[in-house]
């Protein structure tokens, strides 16, 4: 089967544009994260959905940041007004289940957002 | 103290060498733990879960010693292809799994 889907694969944006990114997470999958990669650092937690509902958006770093998942599947994470600190790799993964011990995260390949 | 901590390397191992990877975690009631591998500008794969009893796939063992609060991974007779980054993922607090991940020891296996 297909596994995290995300688009576009790289996108380069000027200071101050704003940005959508698209995750399509494995069919069937509950739970649904965004992470922010930077250079040479591990995935940083941005926001979880369970279904549709945005259960935890404490790693979102500032109001800039918006995501949705209207319909429980797709999921969008918006970035307005970009800076060039918000340059990184923007990963979505997804899970079966909502809780379990021992649940591992499928990730998509990732948007590489270059802020210029 | 950060979350989660790795050594980030790099470590460079000659081919056939084995090799092992430790990764402290600050949260004595963290409930599940993992390896991720993650190859350059790839996304992060499912290496393996780390149980308390420990666990091993082929090449590859996972440890956890919860009284020290770390795990380790053990990788024996290495190839070239298990150059890579590995991520120490931790559950901090159960439930749903909004893990943390340390910054990633980057192994460079050489001929």
């Known amino acids: 089967g297909a596994g995290v889907s995300q688009s576009p694969r790289y996108k380069v944006a000027k200071r101050g544009q704003d940005v959508a990114l698209r995750c399509d997470p494995i069919s069937g999958h509950v739970s649904l994260f965004w992470y922010q990669q930077a250079l040479g650092q591990g995935p940083e937690f941005l926001t979880y959905?369970?279904?549709?509902?945005?259960?935890?958006k404490s790693g979102l770093p500032s109001d800039r940041f918006f995501a949705e998942r209207p319909e429980g599947s797709v999921s969008t994470l918006k970035i307005q007004r970009t800076q060039q600190e918000d340059s990184a790799v923007y990963l979505c993964a997804s899970s079966l289940e909502w809780a379990g011990d021992n649940q591992p995260q499928h990730f998509g390949d990732g948007t590489r957002l270059s802020i210029l | 103290r950060k979350e989660v901590e790795q050594d980030p390397g790099p470590f460079n191992v000659p081919e056939g060498a084995t090799v092992a990877f430790n990764c402290t975690y600050s949260?004595?009631?963290?409930?599940?733990f993992f390896w991720y591998r993650q190859d350059c500008r790839k996304e992060p794969k499912l290496l393996m879960s780390v149980y308390s009893s420990g666990n091993e796939d082929g090449r590859f063992t996972a440890q956890l010693n919860r009284a020290s609060q770390y795990i380790s991974l053990l990788i024996r007779d290495s190839k070239l292809s298990d150059s890579a980054t590995y991520l120490c993922?931790?559950?901090?607090?159960?439930?749903?799994?909004?893990?943390?991940f340390g910054i990633g020891t980057k192994l460079q296996v050489i001929p």
């Open positions: 949260n004595s009631a963290s409930q599940s």
């Open positions: 959905f369970q279904n549709e509902a945005q259960l935890d």
């Open positions: 993922v931790v559950n901090p607090s159960g439930g749903y799994q909004k893990v943390t």
